[in-house]
């Protein structure tokens, strides 16, 4: 076994390997992964044991003197994602570990739980930021475009249970820097608290590298990215089956929480129909009241436009903006009432 940790996805039917040392391997199964290891069995054995007891072990291999050292990922839930194994000389020390985070995802609501380790591995501060009831859109990085970005956000729009996915992706993180992180994830169905099944999506990350300046393959896309931006508009891509906000391609609408699961007004959802209809000619435009914060609804001028992701799977290009006074007379609505005032 080399001298790296191994991160070995345990969801599945058998222990996949997501990352070697800190580079992200795709769903590689350990026993072809270690398919020349004399200590294959013992690992997996070490594997399973760390999976069942959730804590980590030392165990040494009485045929080639080695010793086996395992750490479980658990997401808060205390489902365990994966183990971390690494294998070595019994007087050697392991190299650093990487600290993976995991994340649940439960598709069937549209809500996500973190852990800080995630938050820490995307660049954000586990003091400032919501571990639970979070939305996708939080968690897709904002102001960039990745290698694989289109794959990802279609394998959350048609999502089915039993699908992997995994990539790297470089984007700037919320502490002014750029990182790359390495991620893995696949669909399962869970029974919720209700009883219900639900799909859910287990996920864990890993960071790379972090640097000051972007990385030279992602140049080009930050470029197209701000050059198409405007002062005052905000522009994400959403699911047009239920108007989900999936990835911001501008920094966050700072008026509207996009944490709230009813993100339309109850008394505008008559014109989802007409504004869905409407799409099929390529785009439509109306004012909205969206969820602001607190218990506050915040017009906005709302331009959609349909796109296609990958493997042809349809979203909705969504351009956020203040509705000028004449936009919000003919909606018959009134100006957004500044908390406070």
């Known amino acids: 076994m080399n001298q790296d940790w191994l991160l070995v996805e345990t969801l599945g039917e058998q222990p996949m390997v997501v990352a070697q040392g800190r580079q992200m391997k795709n769903f590689v199964p350990l026993a072809v992964f270690l398919r020349r290891n004399p200590n294959l069995a013992a690992i997996q054995t070490a594997i399973t044991e760390t999976v069942a007891t959730r804590t980590g072990l030392a165990s040494l291999t009485p045929k080639t003197k080695r010793i086996i050292r395992t750490e479980p990922v658990q997401m808060s839930d205390g489902c365990i994602h994966g183990v971390q194994v690494w294998s070595g000389p019994t007087d050697a020390d392991p190299p650093e570990r990487p600290i993976p985070g995991p994340l649940k995802w439960d598709m069937t609501l549209g809500e996500g739980s973190v852990t800080a380790e995630y938050l820490v591995n995307a660049g954000m501060d586990p003091s400032k930021e919501a571990l639970t009831g979070r939305a996708f859109v939080e968690d897709i990085p904002s102001r960039s475009l990745n290698r694989d970005e289109s794959k990802a956000l279609s394998w959350a729009i048609d999502v089915e249970p039993g699908r992997v996915f995994c990539s790297t992706w470089d984007f700037p993180d919320k502490q002014g820097g750029f990182r790359r992180?390495?991620?893995?994830?696949?669909?399962?169905?869970?029974?919720?608290?209700?009883?219900?099944?639900?799909?859910?999506?287990?996920?864990?990350?890993?960071?790379?590298?972090?640097?000051?300046?972007?990385?030279?393959?992602?140049?080009?896309?930050?470029?197209?990215?701000?050059?198409?931006?405007?002062?005052?508009?905000?522009?994400?891509?959403?699911?047009?089956?239920?108007?989900?906000?999936?990835?911001?391609?501008?920094?966050?609408?700072?008026?509207?929480?996009?944490?709230?699961?009813?993100?339309?007004?109850?008394?505008?959802?008559?014109?989802?129909?007409?504004?869905?209809?409407?799409?099929?000619?390529?785009?439509?435009?109306?004012?909205?009241?969206?969820?602001?914060?607190?218990?506050?609804?915040?017009?906005?001028?709302?331009?959609?436009?349909?796109?296609?992701?990958?493997?042809?799977?349809?979203?909705?290009?969504?351009?956020?903006?203040?509705?000028?006074?004449?936009?919000?007379?003919?909606?018959?609505?009134?100006?957004?009432?500044?908390?406070?005032?």
């Open 181 to 341: 992180v390495g991620w893995c994830a696949r669909t399962l169905v869970e029974t919720a608290e209700n009883g219900k099944e639900h799909l859910v999506a287990r996920s864990m990350n890993l960071l790379e590298t972090i640097r000051d300046s972007p990385a030279d393959n992602g140049e080009l896309a930050h470029h197209i990215i701000d050059g198409l931006s405007q002062p005052g508009s905000y522009r994400m891509i959403v699911d047009l089956d239920n108007w989900r906000a999936l990835k911001w391609l501008d920094d966050p609408c700072p008026l509207v929480d996009w944490r709230n699961r009813q993100q339309m007004h109850p008394d505008d959802e008559y014109l989802r129909p007409q504004l869905t209809r409407e799409l099929e000619n390529g785009s439509t435009s109306a004012v909205l009241r969206l969820s602001g914060h607190g218990d506050s609804w915040v017009p906005l001028h709302v331009t959609i436009s349909r796109i296609a992701l990958d493997n042809g799977t349809q979203a909705g290009l969504v351009t956020l903006r203040e509705p000028t006074a004449d936009e919000l007379a003919k909606a018959g609505l009134e100006p957004a009432v500044e908390p406070g005032s």
